[in-house]
């Protein structure tokens, strides 16, 4: 049975499964949502892209999306029980020492959706290189190549590694838009406060841990994605 500390009474609103984050509103611990706050740099970045698209040298626009994505509770639920969200039942299979249960058109959806024009997916889980090397190839995940965020190269500045680490790939990269897929995330305080900062140039999700991402929640992202450079993302469900 997996237990999990009830979610902060502070932030800037829920994430549901699928729910964006981004509302441009802050966070004060002790009382709560507080007003509009100022605009981190990382976040002026986003917003500026989002409103005025990078062009290439013939003038087409190029919008660029970062998916970072985690393996447990999101690709990989824990101990699901019957059919899955996506219409048949889960997948099982075994990885030396780990076995992981899956959605194969889950994982079908995600491999269409990492193809498409722009958009570079990310691995951020406590997986780290175990992920591209032995789970994809058992899951049939096209995701050997994705980039790989670890625990070891961040300085400690926040509580959870992930937030440390999506923080910088966003600086060293500088794509228009960001899709954050976690579990955790509705439980971590600091994570949905830094988003909400963000404004609409990132989307939050975080699914059942014992569901995975569901066809709702993939649809959202991939709206996310089409809605294009200058769109705001969705509006919040289950506020």
Same mark, same amino acid.
């Given at each position: 049975?997996?237990?999990?500390?009830?979610?902060?009474?502070?932030?800037?609103?829920?994430?549901?499964?699928?729910?964006?984050?981004?509302?441009?509103?802050?966070?004060?611990?002790?009382?709560?949502?507080?007003?509009?706050?100022?605009?981190?740099?990382?976040?002026?970045?986003?917003?500026?892209?989002?409103?005025?698209?990078?062009?290439?040298?013939?003038?087409?626009?190029?919008?660029?999306?970062?998916?970072?994505? %985690?393996? %447990?509770?999101?690709?990989?639920?824990?101990?699901?029980?019957?059919?899955?969200?996506?219409?048949?039942?889960?997948?099982?299979?075994?990885?030396?020492?780990?076995?992981?249960?899956?959605?194969?058109?889950?994982?079908?959806?995600?491999?269409?959706?990492?193809?498409?024009?722009?958009?570079?997916?990310?691995?951020?889980?406590?997986?780290?290189?175990?992920?591209?090397?032995?789970?994809?190839?058992?899951?049939?995940?096209?995701?050997?190549?994705?980039?790989?965020?670890?625990?070891?190269?961040?300085?400690?500045?926040?509580?959870?590694?992930?937030?440390?680490?999506?923080?910088? %790939?966003?600086?060293?990269?500088?794509?228009?838009?960001?899709?954050?897929?976690?579990?955790?995330?509705?439980?971590?305080?600091?994570?949905?406060?830094?988003?909400?900062?963000?404004?609409?140039?990132?989307?939050?999700?975080?699914? %059942?841990?014992?569901?995975?991402?569901?066809?709702?929640?993939?649809?959202?992202?991939?709206?996310?994605?089409?809605?294009?450079?200058?769109?705001?993302?969705?509006?919040?469900?289950?506020?």
């Amino acid at each position: 049975m997996i237990v999990r500390p009830a979610p902060p009474a502070a932030r800037c609103c829920r994430l549901a499964d699928g729910g964006p984050v981004g509302n441009g509103w802050g966070v004060n611990p002790a009382t709560g949502p507080t007003g509009p706050c100022q605009p981190s740099p990382v976040r002026r970045r986003l917003e500026g892209r989002a409103a005025a698209p990078r062009q290439k040298g013939d003038g087409q626009t190029v919008d660029s999306t970062s998916v970072y994505l %985690d393996v %447990d509770g999101v690709l990989c639920p824990f101990g699901p029980e019957g059919a899955s969200d996506w219409g048949t039942d889960y997948d099982y299979a075994d990885i030396g020492l780990l076995g992981v249960h899956y959605a194969p058109e889950l994982v079908d959806a995600l491999n269409v959706l990492s193809r498409r024009p722009g958009v570079r997916f990310v691995w951020l889980t406590s997986w780290e290189d175990l992920a591209p090397k032995y789970l994809c190839r058992a899951i049939g995940l096209d995701g050997r190549h994705w980039p790989v965020l670890r625990s070891g190269g961040q300085g400690g500045v926040h509580d959870w590694w992930k937030l440390e680490a999506i923080q910088g %790939d966003i600086e060293r990269h500088r794509p228009a838009r960001a899709v954050w897929i976690d579990d955790q995330l509705d439980f971590e305080e600091a994570a949905v406060a830094w988003m909400g900062f963000m404004g609409r140039g990132i989307l939050g999700v975080s699914p %059942d841990p014992r569901r995975g991402i569901s066809r709702a929640g993939l649809g959202r992202i991939t709206a996310f994605l089409d809605a294009g450079a200058g769109t705001a993302p969705p509006h919040p469900t289950g506020a």
